[in-house]
């Protein structure tokens, strides 16, 4: 799990989005940035996680918080994500675990008695000036932007 905590720096990053587009943490210096990192786009308690984001999009904007999905998947994955749910805001596609692995979110996990190396579910909120202010590491899908917020 993270060894990233509330003060830290955030790793900086550049990645690409589902559309192709390059993304870097330099571009929301100045801005409150969610960085959300997910198992797997398009399966269930990802989908509610992304959806929930979503649903409460204009009550974090009101707050002043940009947000930025991250998984694993291809582009085109990430795309028809995106486009079947309607999300307003980027996901990266990090195909090779470069800002997964900066954001030390790759490690083993159990699931169904097995355990395997995986994406962990964890939330990273993000000041203005690319500073740690909280990390998510009990992300309750359901009520995601509740635990932003919070």
Not at 34 to 62: G, I, W
Not at 82 to 111: C, E, Q, R
Request: glycine share 6%; with cysteine; net charge positive.
């Amino acid at each position: 799990m993270t060894k990233l905590k509330p003060g830290d720096k955030a790793p900086n990053f550049t990645s690409k989005d589902e559309q192709g587009n390059t993304i870097s943490l330099t571009d929301y210096i100045g801005r409150k940035l969610v960085v959300f990192f997910y198992p797997k786009a398009s399966t269930p308690t990802c989908t509610v996680e992304a959806c929930n984001l979503r649903d409460h999009y204009s009550d974090l904007k009101s707050k002043g918080y940009e947000i930025l999905g991250v998984s694993a998947d291809t582009e085109k994955r990430q795309s028809n994500f995106k486009n079947k749910f309607s999300f307003p805001y980027p996901l990266l596609a990090d195909t090779d675990k470069t800002v997964i692995s900066a954001f030390d979110v790759w490690g083993p996990k159990k699931f169904m008695g097995r355990t395997f190396d995986g994406i962990h579910r964890v939330t990273f909120v993000i000041d203005e000036n690319g500073i740690i202010e909280k990390v998510i590491d009990k992300v309750k899908a359901k009520h995601h932007a509740d635990q932003v917020l919070e």
